[in-house]
């Protein structure tokens, strides 16, 4: 079982959608959890990163965080084309290493 | 600077051939990562630094991958006797404190490597 698992995809929403990405993690050690968007060629770029249990919201993008069940999640309201791209869950286990250990990533496609 | 910086952007090596990959971090980050990533895969984390200290490299494949950074600032991987298994992208990030659980890492837009 992989450390971090995501559905690969692809998820195809219509345009003005909620998009909802999902991401369970096997380390119940696990500190921190950071949600990245990676275009096509790009480099990853960060998202929104979250600690606590519960939401956080920033703008269209609100990240759910249950460390019970182990599993966060990343919320696109109001999904737009330029949101297609491949969404990567990461997640820091600080008290062991100081690794970022990543999913393989879910394909969005948003369609106009 | 204003970001991470990589070069080259793009390296073909022949199968046997020795490569360097330069990481310039965002100035000031005291922690740089290198990571691996191939194609439709996530990133497969190599190493860390702290400063110029090399604190993790339990990601290195092999001993024919070798980082340094010498100076806490610039960071170098070397791949030494290329293999077509070591065609990937390779990302460099760096952080602003030491890596724990408030870290963010900023990445640099990454080399591709390509070994015929």
């Known amino acids: 079982q992989k450390e971090v698992e995501q559905n690969s995809g692809p998820l195809s929403v219509p345009e003005g959608a909620i998009a909802s990405l999902n991401c369970t993690y096997s380390d119940r050690g696990s500190q921190s959890f950071f949600w990245y968007r990676q275009y096509s060629g790009k480099s990853p770029e960060l998202i929104m990163f979250?600690?606590s249990n519960g939401d956080k919201e920033d703008g269209r993008f609100t990240a759910q965080l249950n460390k019970a069940s182990q599993y966060v999640s990343l919320l696109i309201r109001d999904s737009q084309p330029s949101d297609s791209a491949t969404y990567l869950c990461a997640v820091n286990n600080a008290g062991n290493n100081r690794k970022l250990i990543w999913g393989l990533g879910t394909s969005l496609a948003v369609n106009p | 600077g204003a970001g991470v910086s990589q070069s080259p952007r793009y390296k073909v090596a022949k199968r046997g051939q020795d490569v360097a990959l330069r990481c310039d971090p965002i100035?000031?980050?005291?922690?740089l990562f290198w990571y691996q990533q191939a194609l439709g895969q996530g990133p497969e984390f190599l190493t860390y630094f702290q400063n110029e200290a090399q604190l993790d490299k339990s990601g290195l494949p092999s001993d024919r991958f070798f980082a340094e950074r010498p100076e806490g600032s610039v960071s170098t991987l070397k791949i030494q006797r290329t293999q077509q298994e070591d065609s990937a992208v390779y990302l460099c990030a760096s952080s602003l404190g030491p890596a724990g659980a408030t870290d963010t890492q900023y990445f640099g837009p990454g080399t591709r490597l390509t070994v015929l």
């Open positions: 979250i600690y």
């Open positions: 100035s000031g980050h005291v922690s």
